[in-house]
């Protein structure tokens, strides 16, 4: 059984920066793609970013490309999200998520959640 569990969230004002950790724990490695979703009030989850089990290799959602940094730390099984130049747009409820493969700008499958932390930016 694999859980995930995030951190980092908080109240930034715009322009700030926030790191998001993912803590995976797991029996056995099971996983191949971490995510990082958002959900705003009233809006639908969005994808933005994911990154490989090695590192190797990662990728974003235009609206966070060249702000957001996707990585990953395999001695301490956890991946980050670093989030530099915040805006009121990113406020949201932050997730990671588990996939058992890896897939080049993939979006979609990912089974296992984690429940969120939440991230405001102010204006």
């Known amino acids: 059984q694999v859980r995930l569990v995030e951190s980092g969230g908080g109240l930034v004002q715009a322009g700030g920066s926030l790191r998001l950790s993912c803590a995976v724990f797991?029996?056995?490695?099971?996983?191949?793609?971490i995510g990082w979703f958002r959900q705003a009030p009233g809006k639908e989850r969005e994808f933005v970013a994911a990154?490989?089990?090695?590192?190797?290799?990662?990728y974003y959602a235009d609206s966070v490309k060249g702000r957001f940094t996707i990585s990953v730390d395999n001695a301490k099984n956890t991946q980050y999200l670093q989030m530099n130049s915040l805006k009121p747009e990113d406020t949201a409820v932050y997730y990671c998520?588990?996939?058992?493969?890896?897939?080049?700008?993939?979006?979609?499958?990912?089974?296992?959640w984690g429940l969120g932390t939440q991230v405001t930016v102010s204006a």
């Open positions: 998520a588990a996939r058992n493969y890896f897939s080049n700008y993939d979006t979609g499958n990912f089974g296992i």
């Open positions: 990154i490989s089990r090695t590192g190797g290799n990662s």
């Open positions: 797991e029996h056995s490695p099971t996983w191949d793609t």
